[in-house]
């Protein structure tokens, strides 16, 4: 089982551009969620997609989009970025019911200049 | 909504000593409640877990963690620790049911084991 992979590792953007990150669900599962984590910080909840709909969402400006394929797989989009865009992007997936546990990715790391 | 308090923002403990992190939470209802560490450059990884029960839970690498509802709090335990357990430990809180479904995470613990 290869677990929850999202690519690339790391990325570097110009502020303004756009940027799309990839995530594979652990084998099994059916939702994905994304999250944002600051040099410093814990996680900050993104969106979550189930059955290729947004869930629920945090506190993120529309700048931050995402889908979610029919292979439960998911891309988080961001447009416009900024410098304080720079973070760690996390990938975790979980099944729907039960929730009680989250695997999560290695992460994308997003620099901004 | 929840939310997680880790009262220590980084423990420094020498090689085989027992190390507790401390984690308070709040919620009106009633809780999930998780323990995972990040390596560097990594993503996170479940420690352990509470969603009912014993209120001692085990985990993974000899840590164990305490659901003290009336003081709400989860700390996290290990009586001797390892060079290789230096690491950022996040507590999280989830809220057990009829909820979101959504971990809301503390700003983390660095946890820096020396020799």
Redesign the interface.
């Known amino acids: 089982d290869a677990g929850v992979t999202q690519s690339p590792t790391h990325l570097i953007k110009t502020r303004g551009q756009q940027v799309t990150l990839r995530c594979s669900p652990k084998s099994g599962h059916d939702t994905v969620s994304w999250y944002q984590q600051a040099l410093g910080q814990g996680p900050q909840f993104i969106f979550q997609y189930y059955e290729e709909e947004e869930r629920q969402r945090g506190n993120f400006p529309d700048r931050f989009s995402g889908h979610q394929f029919p292979n439960y797989s998911s891309e988080l989009n961001v447009n416009a970025l900024l410098l304080g865009d720079s973070a760690l992007y996390l990938c975790a997936s979980s099944l729907i019911q039960p929730n009680t546990e989250a695997f999560f990715g290695q992460g994308t790391r997003l620099t901004v200049v | 909504a929840q939310s997680?308090t880790q009262l220590d923002s980084q423990v420094p403990v020498f090689e085989e000593a027992p190390v507790e992190l401390r984690c308070n939470y709040s919620s009106s209802v009633s809780v999930?409640l998780?323990w995972?560490v990040q390596y560097p450059?990594?993503?996170?990884?479940?420690l352990l877990?509470y969603?009912s029960g014993s209120t001692l839970v085990k985990g993974i690498n000899g840590f164990e963690a305490e659901f003290n509802k009336s003081q709400t709090s989860f700390h996290l335990r290990k009586p001797s620790v390892h060079i290789s357990d230096t690491a950022e430990y996040?507590c999280?809180v989830m809220r057990g049911s009829g909820g979101?479904?959504?971990?809301?995470?503390?700003?983390?613990t660095s946890l820096i084991v020396h020799p």
């Open positions: 997680v999930y998780f995972y450059n990594q993503g996170l990884q479940l877990k969603l996040f999280a979101s479904y959504i971990p809301t995470f503390g700003r983390g």
